[in-house]
């Protein structure tokens, strides 16, 4: 069954539908700096608008980059906080599924 708002990809293979905060907390911690670099959250179709990715950087941290080709948005932060992260991206998501159902 597909994922009823978006889904979330890890490099290693990992596939989340739908991934609360909790379970986007989980992927990232997994994030490492030779395998599994990167998760990328967007909806599940083709050619999708927007979508939001989560990289580790060779510094330490993370960046997080957010775009959303419909409202011109594109966000590139680093955080070092995973907590914080999940939070915000649930929230940014959150926005994402709002906008689209309006």
Known sequence: MAAEYY???SENGD????????ALFELI???NGTNNTFVVIQPDQDAPA???SVAVLDKGGYEIVRRDTTHREHHVTTENSIGR???????W???RHCQNTA
Do not use: N
């Not at 596939?15 to 909790?22: A, L, N, R």
């Open 15 to 22: 596939h989340i539908d739908d991934p609360s905060e909790d």
């Open 85 to 91: 992260i999940a939070s915000d991206l649930i929230i």
């Open 7 to 9: 889904c979330a990809d």
């Open 93 to 95: 998501l959150a926005t």
């Open 50 to 52: 927007w979508f939001a």
């Open 29 to 31: 911690s997994e994030l």
